[in-house]
């Protein structure tokens, strides 16, 4: 079984998150360093798809400035969506050729490692035709399923990078800013919401990177954010020419 690394970043801001995946998407490549898992939270902040719409953007950038929201487009696939406190961000850095080339199935299997969590909390939740994410549904007779789980995944030379966001705490009043995913007239929810008490990120973490683990037959072994650079800077030392 091959080895993969979970570094907890902790709070980080999407910009330096997406800087430090693509040292890793490029270190991957080069075979310098093996699968990684980064786990994060991030400040407020919006991230737009390759493929999305702007008019899925509810609100101006300055009441965005007003509420600390930042704004960032990015590479990845998938719409709008909001991360913020609260919230697991996954972004695995791996080596989908070695495990399997298949995108489709590559989304299923994240889909796969939240709803696998949810079930550690009693909680039941699935997948919905046609959209992508995990759902939570409701109680017969209230609105539709709400999404507990979103997912939006780059992809280069089979080495993956961007990934998933899990609710946990998160405050969902962020996501009126936003048609989350671009889907209309449906809303987010949280694992504290649906359990009806607090929960923390870190009864949380450990659950996903296990699941990440099972669904792609990794074993997960946890190391710190300070051995991941050593790596990276080991990779990216430029090599002395004799004069």
């Given at each position: 079984?091959?080895?993969?690394l979970?570094?907890?970043?902790?709070s980080?801001?999407?910009?330096?998150?997406?800087?430090?995946?693509k040292?890793?998407?490029?270190?991957?490549?080069?075979?310098?360093i093996?699968?990684?898992?980064?786990?994060?939270?991030?400040?407020?902040?919006?991230?737009?798809?390759?493929?999305?719409?702007?008019?899925?953007l509810?609100?101006?950038?300055?009441?965005?400035?007003?509420k600390?929201?930042?704004?960032?487009?990015?590479?990845?696939?998938?719409?709008?969506?909001?991360?913020?406190?609260?919230?697991?961000?996954?972004?695995?850095?791996?080596?989908?050729?070695?495990?399997?080339?298949?995108?489709?199935?590559?989304?299923?299997?994240?889909?796969?490692?939240?709803?696998?969590?949810?079930?550690?909390f009693?909680?039941?939740?699935?997948?919905?035709?046609?959209?992508?994410?995990v759902?939570?549904?409701?109680?017969?007779?209230?609105?539709?399923?709400?999404?507990i789980?979103?997912?939006?995944?780059?992809?280069?030379?089979?080495?993956?990078?961007?990934?998933?966001?899990?609710?946990?705490?998160?405050?969902?009043?962020?996501?009126?800013?936003?048609?989350?995913?671009?889907?209309?007239?449906?809303?987010?929810?949280?694992l504290?919401?649906?359990?009806?008490?607090?929960?923390?990120?870190?009864?949380?973490?450990?659950?996903?990177?296990?699941?990440?683990?099972?669904?792609?037959?990794?074993?997960?072994?946890?190391?710190?954010?300070?051995?991941?650079?050593?790596?990276?800077?080991?990779?990216?030392?430029?090599?002395?020419?004799p004069?």
């Amino acid at each position: 079984m091959n080895s993969c690394l979970v570094i907890d970043l902790g709070s980080i801001g999407f910009a330096d998150a997406f800087a430090l995946q693509k040292r890793l998407v490029a270190a991957r490549k080069a075979e310098a360093i093996g699968d990684v898992l980064l786990l994060c939270e991030h400040p407020h902040v919006i991230t737009l798809g390759r493929n999305g719409s702007r008019e899925h953007l509810l609100t101006s950038e300055r009441v965005l400035q007003q509420k600390g929201v930042e704004f960032h487009a990015t590479n990845r696939g998938g719409d709008i969506t909001y991360h913020g406190p609260g919230q697991i961000v996954g972004y695995p850095v791996i080596n989908l050729g070695a495990i399997r080339r298949d995108v489709v199935w590559y989304v299923r299997m994240l889909e796969d490692a939240m709803i696998r969590t949810c079930t550690d909390f009693g909680v039941a939740a699935g997948r919905e035709t046609g959209k992508t994410g995990v759902w939570i549904e409701r109680p017969e007779g209230h609105r539709q399923a709400e999404k507990i789980g979103a997912i939006g995944v780059h992809i280069s030379r089979w080495v993956t990078c961007h990934g998933f966001a899990f609710n946990v705490s998160t405050d969902l009043r962020f996501f009126d800013l936003i048609v989350p995913c671009g889907i209309p007239g449906r809303a987010a929810t949280s694992l504290e919401k649906v359990l009806g008490r607090r929960v923390d990120r870190k009864e949380v973490a450990p659950q996903i990177a296990a699941h990440f683990g099972e669904v792609f037959s990794l074993q997960m072994t946890a190391a710190t954010r300070d051995e991941l650079f050593e790596s990276l800077q080991r990779f990216e030392q430029p090599v002395a020419i004799p004069a």
